[in-house]
């Protein structure tokens, strides 16, 4: 299992970021091309990766102050399906501060996301939000692009938080609410209301100077018996929740009202290791999934008692994190210590091996694994070796295509032969990436999380979910 941030230290705004991609110039003399590998090319002295701005609809980078382990997107009302640029995104995150004290749960919004015509990663308003009177003195004139616009403008709140936020999620139906598990053994369930309604509102505050800093109390809290990091509200019944330990303990909490909860003390038991992640059905409201650090994921129907009512062993190592398909709920993706990625068909549980797809491309642990909200064969992968990676299920290999692409690149460019076919994009630039989420009303965009901030993406060969080169 590979969870904490290795070097917690505040980030610093950055003029460049080396990402997937190789500069080309029409000076000098033409060499051939070739595909760079991570983790398998090395870069020699003198050399670093540069960003392909061709690669990307849209790229942009920011951070509020001290690393974020977890994050989520808000649900918002400015529309279901938006195409069109510039974008607002809110967001909730909790942050891993060298000391307790410090830490705190981020409330922002993101706005004017741009894309197509902007640099790909410009420097942010106010970046210094999240910097607690640290300053810099770069010239703000940087921050505008060719036709003189600003880039985008981050908006941050904070509340009070004590001890590091292992993970945070917000509750589908009610946004608002968010339940946080927090290092020192305690998940607390917050109403952030009060400050997304302040950023709605505010189209300046916090772009300037330090972000406001709130006390304020939980809604509810529980002590589990040792911290954890597997929390998951269902999508089916507003304010059910699941949370599971490092001691191998799962509890489930029964709404009573819009501020209580009844937390069973009677925990599921069925891992004899920590539980890593928890996936709610997103058909069945009182079936979810569990991945363990013993290798293994177990299937629970609340109904049926405390045990499982299925577990196979998924991987030869610590099982991390896991996705359940919300499009294809038959789907379930699972990534482990190990570096390597399955997708499993439930429907096949019963005759034994129910792995469709395995890819063993990363070498070092998965952090952070989802499917697509859009594309029912899509999902995205995070991991240890700095990459973020983008896999579409319904591609294969076609000899016809390879055929005519070398045609075209008289024979000077080369896939490399151990290429899954179905590994679509490859982002990198970012240090111990964490979490990543796709956003569910911005078909194509998907932001992570890791040691030094946030990206925000959108892959430009994700085309059937984003606007025209012209929009």
């Known amino acids: 299992m590979t969870r904490g941030i290795k070097h917690r230290m505040k980030a610093k705004r950055k003029n460049k970021v080396s990402k997937k991609g190789e500069g080309s110039s029409s000076l000098g003399p033409q060499v051939p091309v070739k595909v760079w590998q991570p983790g398998v090319d090395k870069l020699e002295e003198g050399e670093e990766l540069q960003c392909d701005p061709s690669a990307y609809n849209s790229l942009h980078a920011f951070h509020i102050g001290w690393p974020c382990l977890s994050f989520d997107i808000v649900r918002d009302t400015l529309g279901l399906v938006r195409t069109e640029f510039p974008h607002s995104v809110y967001f909730m995150a909790g942050t891993q501060a060298e000391k307790a004290s410090w830490n705190s749960i981020g409330i922002f919004k ?23 009177d640290e300053s810099d003195s770069e010239d703000d004139s940087e921050d505008e692009d060719e036709n003189g616009s600003k880039g985008p403008t981050l908006q941050l709140r904070k509340v009070t938080h004590e001890g590091c936020v292992n993970r945070i999620r917000s509750m589908t139906q009610n946004p608002h609410i968010c339940a946080a598990w927090s290092d020192t053994g305690y998940v607390q369930v917050w109403d952030l209301s009060t400050h997304l309604n302040g950023l709605a509102e505010s189209e300046t505050e916090g772009a300037q100077g330090a972000a406001a800093v709130f006390n304020q109390d939980p809604l509810f809290k529980f002590k589990h018996r040792d911290e954890g990091f597997a929390i998951d509200w269902s999508p089916l019944v507003p304010g059910r929740l699941v949370s599971g330990d490092c001691k191998n303990c799962i509890y489930l909490w029964e709404p009573t009202s819009a501020a209580t909860w009844n937390v069973d003390n009677t925990p599921f038991i069925g891992h004899t290791a920590s539980v890593e992640d928890i996936q709610w059905s997103p058909t069945e409201p009182h079936v979810f999934a569990s991945c363990s650090v013993d290798g293994s994921i177990a299937i629970w129907d609340t109904r049926l008692g405390k045990s499982p009512a299925a577990s196979f062993k998924a991987h030869n190592a610590d099982v991390n994190v ?69 896999w579409d299920l319904s591609l294969e290999k076609d000899e016809e295509e390879e055929a005519e692409f070398k045609a075209k690149t008289k024979e000077e460019v080369n896939a490399p032969q151990d290429l899954p076919p179905q590994l679509l994009f490859i982002h990198q630039g970012q240090k111990d990436l964490k979490e990543l989420h796709w956003h569910t009303q911005i078909p194509g965009m998907i932001v992570s999380t890791a040691s030094d901030g946030f990206n925000i993406l959108m892959p430009s060969n994700i ?7 012209g929009a």
């Open 322 to 390: 896991m996705s359940w398909n919300r499009l294809a709920s038959c789907m379930l993706a699972s990534g482990s210590d190990d570096g390597t990625i399955s997708i499993r068909d439930l429907r096949l549980l019963k005759e034994g091996d129910s792995v469709v797809a395995h890819f063993e491309y990363h070498k070092h642990p998965i952090t952070s694994i989802e499917w697509s909200p859009h594309e029912a064969s899509s999902l995205a992968v995070t991991s240890s070796d700095n990459q973020l990676t983008i």
């Open 463 to 469: 085309q059937s979910t984003l606007p025209s080169d």
């Open 110 to 132: 993101v706005t004017n996301i741009s894309g197509k015509k902007r640099e790909p990663v410009p420097k942010l308003e106010g970046d210094e939000s999240g910097m607690d």
